[in-house]
């Protein structure tokens, strides 16, 4: 009696979130259009703003010290940065659009160096600057009222153009890597809104291996303990177009 009570009761929730979805999918499908013939444009330009939280793939070398030590890196704690852009696009066909989008970025990454049997500590952070340039292919579903979700994949090359320098560790200049995203166009009366959510894989090594720029020899130790260093890097990002 009590297992039929539940079915029913089952069976009618079920019955009543089906009659309000229902209910929601029509008066969706009466609502007008916001800028019905944004995305034939064959042109268009926008700016974006977005947080992101940069990181690091290390590997190490397995260097041992004169006196026995032995140290590894890795990034204790992610770090929110700022980035701003501005955006190209390119109209392909209905689903397809091109776009150039270079942005901005303004951060910190932190860092800490341990040894590996005794457990001593280095900590150090490095404020970073660097322009980004992305080229995207963007693959857009078909719209539904005022929304319309897409991907898009693509490569890019970034140049530092300011970072705080550290004798522990050194950076390249340039960087470059593949880039893969997803976001909805919402679309408002005077312009579109684009939440979007990003990966950045660097495939450059980063890690500047020169050593003739240590003035202090305990410093030696930090650098050669880190054989290469990629860039990872996720993205929250508000595009307005």
């Given at each position: 009696m009590i297992l039929k009570l539940k079915a029913e009761i089952y069976i009618i929730i079920l019955s009543t979130l089906?009659?309000?979805?229902?209910?929601?999918?029509?008066?969706?499908?009466?609502?007008?259009?916001?800028?019905?013939?944004?995305?034939?444009k064959m042109y268009h330009l926008g700016f974006s703003i977005g947080i992101d939280a940069p990181d690091l793939i290390f590997s190490h070398s397995g260097y041992t010290a004169e006196n026995g030590e032995t140290w590894f890196a890795e990034i204790p704690s992610y770090s929110i940065g700022f980035n701003v852009g501005?955006?190209?696009?390119?109209?392909?066909?209905?689903?397809?659009?091109?776009?150039l989008a270079p942005s901005l970025h303004l951060g910190e990454r932190r860092f800490v160096f341990r040894e590996q049997v005794g457990g001593e500590e280095y900590k150090t952070s490095l404020k970073a600057s660097y322009l980004t340039l992305p080229l995207h292919l963007k693959f857009s579903a078909p719209r539904i009222n005022n929304y319309r979700p897409y991907v898009?994949?693509?490569?890019?090359?970034?140049?530092?153009?300011?970072?705080?320098?550290?004798?522990?560790?050194?950076?390249?200049?340039?960087?470059?890597?593949?880039?893969?995203?997803i976001g909805c166009n919402i679309y408002l009366p005077l312009f579109k809104l684009c939440p979007e959510l990003r990966f950045s894989?660097?495939?450059?090594?980063?890690?500047?291996?020169?050593?003739?720029?240590?003035?202090?020899?305990?410093?030696?130790?930090?650098?050669e303990a880190v054989s290469s260093g990629k860039s990872r890097m996720i993205s929250l990002i508000f595009n307005f177009e």
């Open positions: 089906c009659i309000l979805l229902v209910n929601e999918i029509h008066a969706q499908t009466r609502k007008p259009l916001n800028q019905p013939f944004a995305d034939q501005i955006i190209g696009d390119r109209y392909l066909n209905e689903y397809f659009n091109l776009r898009l994949a693509g490569g890019y090359a970034s140049m530092d153009i300011g970072s705080k320098k550290d004798e522990a560790l050194r950076f390249k200049k340039m960087d470059y890597g593949l880039e893969f995203g894989f660097g495939l450059a090594d980063l890690i500047d291996k020169d050593r003739s720029d240590i003035t202090d020899n305990d410093m030696l130790k930090y650098r």
